[in-house]
């Protein structure tokens, strides 16, 4: 009876509205998207983006350039300034010990964006609503709250990267406060670009991500690391004469490169393009393009991640103050920076910048900064989309990015303006590492969504990530 049942609800809607709960396990049977009425209002373009149909190639650049767009906004969350400051703490206080960590959280990373992919493809939903047809009120009440503090928390450490930049680019003119208070400006200015069409938006952020992986390739070239030790770092899982300090390096580096509410994210983007979900060959095609821009998008943001490492390992490992006067002898404004005693020299995204001024000439301070910069805001761009795809998601509250993106910011420039009015930029950057640590506390509020609804035959068909079918086919 219950098997009739399901099979009934596989060719029909979902049985119920958004926000019900259902008990019964047939709740999980439909992979049809709302119907048109139910659609809340447009988070991601009112556009969709045609496919060129090419059936006699196996493989298609013109349909890979269609594809091309998702996975690069979803990539710049590995990019964004609380990455930076774990990339450069690793490098400074581990050397290059623990580049095989970022490969293997990249890895990782690209697995979960791929079942994220995978999902908002097969369903037509993303995962937050998929998450509010399966679960019942409370917890998913919860999972909301979890998720939008993770989104709080990415966008602090995305306001003190952009604070911090323009304090360098302007030699100290900008004073921290400001830099915090003119982030709320630029990123209303940014959210005006999805006006202009979904293509020049997606060229946009990949101009932002050129403008990265320049800068901070840049540096990487200047600096010139070992490139012997720059692989064994990447390919030997050893990190010898490590202790706690690296350890907690380590575990930043994983919280730092797994978001969270990018899953949500990634789910919600690949809904831009024109796909016929009816037809199993489209939502195959469409898996294997998404795969391979999304392999495309994070290797480049491996590169500019290892750049950093590489960068802070080579010039700042096992560095003490004294070593570092050359800052005073240049006449630096930040010689208070530096103090004149043998402890180890301690670095951040404020401090890295000034010490590679210092060391290689001012270009490299400024365009340290603008690589920054580029980070905070197109991440802040990408996390205002995200908290928009959750919201409207979990609890079905059409809210417009203007209004999305005055609450979140003000909950995260209220505590960071705060720190930067009676604080240091020492307690600043500080609080990226608690916010790393606050990341990798919500992975399993997208990790358990993800993994469950992706295994399950009644929500993915023949696209769930356990093929069940072929053990039955067997037996």
Known sequence: MKTNQESDLLEESPPQQNGVAQTSPTHYSSITPPAPEEEPISTYFEEKIPVPEDVTQVFSFRKLWAFTGPGFLMSIAYLDPGNIESDLQSGAKAGFKLLWVLLGATIIGLLLQRLAARLGVVTGMHLAEVCNRQYPTVPRIILWLMVELAIIGSDMQEVIGCAIAFNLLSVGRIPLWAGVLITIIDTFVFLFLDKYGLRKLEAFFGFLITIMALSFGYEYVRVAPNQGEVLKGMFVPYCEGCGPVQLEQAVGIVGAVIMPHNIYLH?????SRQVDRASKKEVKEANKYYFIESSIALF????????????????FYDKTNMENQQCNETGSPHTDLFPLNNETLQVDIYKGGVVLGCFFGPAALYIWAIGILAAGQSSTMTGTYSGQFVMEGFLNLRWSRFARVLLTRSIAIFPTLL?????????????????????????????????TFTSLTSIMNDFLILHLQLNLNLT
């Open 267 to 271: 789910s919600a983007l690949v809904k």
């Open 419 to 451: 720190v930067a009015i009676f604080q240091d930029v020492q307690h600043l950057t500080g609080m990226n590492d608690f916010l790393n640590v606050l990341q990798s506390m919500q992975l399993p509020f997208a990790l358990i969504p993800i993994l």
């Open 300 to 315: 480049i943001s491996f590169l500019i991640n290892v750049f950093v490492v590489a960068v802070f390992a080579e010039a």
